[in-house]
């Protein structure tokens, strides 16, 4: 599976952004997803997560309530939805999937990664 992440933004505080990662080389429709995020200077981190049928969701407790992981099976696609944005949200975001079916907070989960989008929220 290879994914792209795309929708890189400059958004004022405050403001809204959705991101997306599309797959290709095989469906992951069986597969758990997740966002991760790196801020300058500071460690890869994770973001959300969304099991293979959508059912169970994970957030960040920094942006739980203002970011949706969600996915799109028909279309290959998952995205995340960044409400209320913060400058400390600011980072380089990395979609993900796992082989499972259902993935945790851990980096080592997740198999697949993408290249990354950058999204930067001024103040």
């Known amino acids: 599976v290879q994914l792209q992440a795309s929708g890189e933004g400059l958004v004022q505080a405050g403001g809204s952004l959705r991101i997306s990662c599309a797959a290709s080389?095989?469906?992951?429709?069986?597969?758990?997803l997740g966002w991760f995020r790196q801020a300058p200077g500071k460690e890869r981190e994770f973001v959300a997560t969304?099991?293979?049928?959508?059912?169970?969701?994970s957030y960040a407790d920094s942006v739980k309530g203002r970011f949706t992981i969600q996915r799109d099976n028909d279309k290959n696609t998952m995205y995340l939805q960044m409400n209320t944005l913060k400058p400390e949200d600011t980072a380089i975001y990395y979609c993900?999937?796992?082989?499972?079916?259902?993935?945790?907070?851990?980096?080592?989960?997740?198999?697949?990664w993408g290249q990354g989008t950058q999204v930067t929220v001024s103040s």
């Open positions: 993900a999937a796992s082989r499972g079916a259902v993935a945790g907070t851990g980096q080592s989960e997740y198999y697949y």
């Open positions: 080389g095989r469906t992951f429709v069986t597969y758990a």
């Open positions: 969304l099991s293979w049928n959508g059912r169970i969701t």
